[in-house]
């Protein structure tokens, strides 16, 4: 099992050294763009007068402390230092993680409640991230179109129209991929954090003594003399590494040495600088405290700046709309969703990828946001309770992987993960104070993402225990045709089927009516692993049943498109079976299922399977099928 890093090996060639910096300007574009746009909004929230904390010195300095701190523990030691170690044939994310956690305990075939356990903590870990898409790219875009206030307040009500405008845009250009746009996410990114130094930088020197918040005891001093407020105020400071997750998530696109190194040259000491910058302002300039950051933008370019905040949010709202693309995918080939359509968006890149039903769910999701809120200030009280789990999520994942996986001394893990456990759960703690202001919502929408999986797995899982009533064993219906032969014709069927074992519906239906057999006759089980990827000389499993039939059980990883036709190539190429292409007609079946069948589901859960059922893709398209060539049977099941 391969499950470690990307990371280059030793001795690698000096072209590949060559191409870091590249692709750590790339990582910079997209891996951090959400963490790198908080400076818009996060500290003005930490200085919100709502929380009923005396703006004075003391308290900046208490502030700053907690911000860089927060940055240093949760972004630094867990996701960058720890997190990032646990690659999964290069991949990382939730779902990953979870993969990686299920072989640390004992594989997919291990039973009892630990593998129960790990899989219940991705789910909501992923239901949570879902959360974070609606919510992300509405703050993002309305924090920094709200710079127009400071130019003028007579820009104030035209913030919404021109946000949702940005916000539709950004939608309906997602059908032609991010590859074209992508190659401007780093370069625009390196000057958004170039700009956060040098506007940070000018404040830091008209008040120098910002520097000492990097002593953890302002930190402390602050929460000791502020223990009623200090949950609220967490709650505030939180949203400083919101985004740090896409660390991780990304990882499978950069490496996790692209990834360390634009955040430790570029991106740490860009949100730093700016966030002691925009203390510094605060501490001269009481009244800056309603946008702290435009309020350190020379009024000459508070025009451009928002034109480059906005390019900014809209870049980090692209890269959270990616990941629930990526993270869509990876979800329905773990057996969580149906078969939705996917769009592959580049030749080159097969991680870019456009699903449409959710690419419009999300966008009615994030405008009815924006308008049902208005203001980044008001949708800042909904951020933060989704990401603060998915990392407690993380963290205990990444705690398993550590200990079983990686053999690390018990104790170093329980020390060490213990107190970023204990830093997650103190976040989730701040956080949950905000629900009834809005933090209700993403609660909501993991909640219901969460009934989609578990129904969706549940209902497959019945309609096979359904299945097995019908089932006709595959070698005995082979040994049948050797007594009574049917009429064979030319070419090759390939019949799929979700039991290798069993005869497919579809071949016995197709063998009653039309009382043919193809000579070479495949039946094709298409598995996902629960690898990211599966190497060539593993993918396929082959038995010769005789009579001109083969069993065969294609495997690919969660990050793989299954490709069928491709599938056959291979066959063909390493088991000498002569596939033609224009002679293989491919069989499928498409089930229909009654809602008073499914006993093992609720009514509603009921309701919703056979809905989700209903209008999943056909499996021509999931699979690749030439459509010209496809031949599907119905069939209803109990």
């Given at each position: 099992m391969?499950?470690?890093?990307?990371e280059?090996?030793?001795?690698s060639?000096?072209?590949?050294?060559?191409?870091?910096p590249?692709?750590?300007?790339?990582?910079?574009?997209?891996?951090?763009?959400d963490?790198?746009?908080?400076?818009?909004?996060?500290?003005?929230?930490c200085?919100?007068?709502?929380?009923?904390v005396?703006?004075?010195a003391n308290?900046?300095l208490?502030?700053?402390s907690?911000?860089?701190?927060?940055?240093?523990i949760?972004?630094?030691?867990?996701?960058?230092?720890?997190?990032?170690r646990?690659?999964?044939?290069?991949?990382?994310g939730?779902?990953?993680l979870?993969a990686?956690?299920?072989?640390?305990?004992?594989?997919?075939?291990a039973k009892?409640?630990?593998?129960?356990?790990?899989g219940?903590?991705?789910?909501?870990?992923?239901?949570?991230?879902?959360?974070?898409?609606?919510?992300?790219?509405?703050?993002?875009?309305?924090s920094?179109?709200?710079?127009?206030?400071?130019?003028?307040p007579?820009?104030?009500?035209?913030?919404?129209?021109?946000?949702?405008?940005?916000?539709?845009a950004?939608?309906?250009?997602?059908?032609?991929?991010?590859?074209?746009v992508?190659?401007?996410?780093?370069?625009?990114?390196?000057?958004w954090?170039g700009?956060l130094?040098?506007l940070?930088?000018?404040?830091?020197?008209?008040?120098p003594?910002?520097?000492?918040?990097?002593n953890?005891?302002?930190a402390?001093?602050?929460l000791?003399?502020?223990?009623g407020q200090?949950?609220?105020?967490?709650?505030s400071?939180?949203?400083a590494?919101t985004?740090?997750?896409?660390?991780?998530?990304?990882?499978?696109?950069?490496?996790?040495?692209a990834i360390?190194q634009?955040?430790?040259?570029?991106a740490?000491?860009?949100?730093?600088?700016?966030?002691?910058?925009?203390?510094?302002?605060?501490?001269?300039?009481?009244?800056?405290i309603?946008?702290p950051?435009?309020?350190?933008?020379?009024s000459?370019?508070?025009?451009?700046?928002v034109?480059?905040?906005s390019?900014?949010t809209?870049?980090?709202?692209?890269a959270v709309?990616?990941?629930a693309f990526s993270l869509?995918?990876?979800a329905?080939?773990m057996?969580y969703?149906?078969?939705?359509?996917?769009?592959?968006?580049?030749?080159d890149?097969?991680?870019?990828?456009?699903?449409?039903?959710?690419n419009?769910l999300?966008?009615?999701?994030?405008?009815a946001?924006?308008v049902?809120f208005?203001?980044?200030?008001?949708?800042?009280?909904?951020?933060?309770?989704?990401?603060?789990?998915?990392?407690?999520?993380?963290t205990?994942?990444?705690?398993?992987v550590a200990?079983?996986?990686?053999?690390?001394?018990?104790?170093?893990?329980?020390?060490?993960?213990?107190?970023l456990?204990?830093?997650?759960?103190?976040?989730?703690?701040?956080?949950?104070?905000?629900?009834?202001?809005?933090?209700?919502?993403?609660?909501?929408?993991?909640?219901?993402?969460?009934?989609?999986f578990?129904t969706?797995?549940?209902?497959?899982?019945?309609?096979?225990?359904?299945?097995?009533?019908?089932?006709?064993?595959?070698?005995?219906?082979?040994q049948?045709?050797?007594?009574?032969?049917?009429?064979r014709?030319?070419?090759t069927?390939?019949?799929?089927?979700?039991?290798?074992?069993?005869?497919?519906?579809?071949?016995l239906?197709n063998?009653?009516?039309n009382?043919?057999l193809?000579?070479?006759v495949?039946?094709?089980?298409?598995?996902?692993s629960?690898t990211?990827r599966?190497d060539?000389?593993?993918?396929?499993?082959?038995?010769?049943?005789?009579?001109?039939?083969?069993?065969?059980t294609?495997?690919?990883?969660f990050?793989?498109?299954?490709?069928?036709?491709a599938?056959m190539k291979?066959?063909?190429?390493?088991?000498?079976?002569?596939?033609?292409?224009?002679t293989?007609s491919y069989f499928?079946?498409?089930e229909?299922?009654l809602?008073?069948?499914?006993?093992?589901?609720?009514?509603?859960?009921r309701?919703?399977?056979?809905?989700l059922?209903?209008?999943?893709?056909?499996?021509?398209?999931y699979?690749?099928l030439?459509?010209?060539?496809?031949?599907?049977?119905?069939?209803?099941?109990?």
């Amino acid at each position: 099992m391969n499950a470690l890093t990307l990371e280059p090996p030793r001795g690698s060639s000096p072209a590949a050294a060559s191409l870091r910096p590249a692709i750590a300007l790339a990582a910079l574009g997209v891996v951090y763009g959400d963490i790198g746009t908080s400076p818009l909004y996060a500290f003005k929230e930490c200085l919100n007068p709502a929380h009923g904390v005396p703006l004075d010195a003391n308290a900046v300095l208490g502030l700053l402390s907690m911000v860089f701190w927060a940055l240093t523990i949760v972004v630094t030691l867990k996701y960058v230092l720890f997190v990032l170690r646990a690659g999964y044939d290069g991949e990382g994310g939730i779902l990953a993680l979870q993969a990686l956690a299920r072989h640390a305990v004992g594989g997919r075939d291990a039973k009892g409640w630990p593998l129960g356990v790990i899989g219940a903590l991705g789910l909501v870990g992923t239901a949570m991230f879902y959360g974070d898409s609606l919510i992300t790219p509405a703050v993002s875009v309305l924090s920094a179109v709200e710079g127009l206030n400071v130019a003028t307040p007579a820009f104030e009500k035209y913030v919404v129209p021109l946000s949702l405008g940005i916000l539709v845009a950004l939608f309906a250009v997602q059908r032609f991929g991010t590859g074209l746009v992508g190659k401007v996410f780093g370069p625009v990114m390196l000057l958004w954090f170039g700009t956060l130094a040098c506007l940070g930088l000018r404040q830091i020197a008209m008040a120098p003594e910002v520097l000492q918040a990097v002593n953890p005891l302002w930190a402390a001093r602050f929460l000791a003399d502020h223990p009623g407020q200090s949950l609220a105020v967490l709650g505030s400071v939180f949203l400083a590494v919101t985004g740090g997750e896409a660390l991780y998530a990304d990882m499978g696109h950069f490496g996790a040495s692209a990834i360390r190194q634009a955040w430790f040259l570029v991106a740490l000491p860009a949100l730093v600088i700016n966030y002691f910058g925009q203390g510094a302002l605060v501490l001269h300039d009481a009244t800056a405290i309603d946008n702290p950051f435009f309020r350190m933008v020379p009024s000459w370019g508070v025009m451009p700046m928002v034109v480059l905040a906005s390019a900014a949010t809209v870049i980090a709202s692209q890269a959270v709309i990616s990941g629930a693309f990526s993270l869509t995918v990876q979800a329905m080939r773990m057996g969580y969703l149906p078969r939705l359509r996917v769009v592959q968006t580049s030749g080159d890149a097969m991680g870019q990828v456009y699903l449409p039903v959710v690419n419009w769910l999300l966008m009615a999701g994030v405008l009815a946001i924006v308008v049902g809120f208005g203001n980044s200030s008001s949708l800042s009280a909904a951020y933060g309770i989704a990401v603060s789990i998915t990392m407690v999520t993380t963290t205990l994942l990444a705690m398993v992987v550590a200990l079983r996986l990686w053999r690390w001394n018990v104790w170093l893990v329980a020390a060490g993960a213990g107190a970023l456990l204990a830093v997650d759960v103190l976040f989730v703690l701040a956080n949950s104070l905000k629900i009834a202001e809005g933090g209700w919502l993403p609660l909501v929408v993991a909640a219901l993402i969460l009934v989609v999986f578990t129904t969706w797995s549940r209902g497959r899982s019945l309609t096979r225990e359904a299945a097995l009533a019908e089932r006709v064993e595959l070698g005995p219906f082979v040994q049948a045709l050797a007594v009574q032969p049917p009429h064979r014709v030319r070419g090759t069927a390939v019949f799929l089927t979700a039991e290798p074992d069993a005869a497919p519906h579809a071949l016995l239906h197709n063998l009653k009516h039309n009382q043919v057999l193809h000579e070479r006759v495949i039946v094709l089980q298409v598995q996902a692993s629960d690898t990211p990827r599966v190497d060539f000389a593993e993918r396929l499993q082959v038995r010769d049943m005789g009579l001109g039939v083969w069993q065969v059980t294609a495997r690919h990883g969660f990050m793989e498109t299954p490709d069928v036709p491709a599938f056959m190539k291979l066959l063909s190429y390493q088991k000498g079976i002569p596939i033609e292409a224009m002679t293989t007609s491919y069989f499928t079946s498409r089930e229909t299922t009654l809602p008073a069948h499914m006993a093992g589901l609720g009514r509603a859960r009921r309701v919703l399977y056979v809905w989700l059922h209903r209008n999943a893709g056909r499996a021509s398209d999931y699979f690749g099928l030439p459509s010209n060539r496809v031949v599907e049977m119905g069939r209803r099941t109990a």
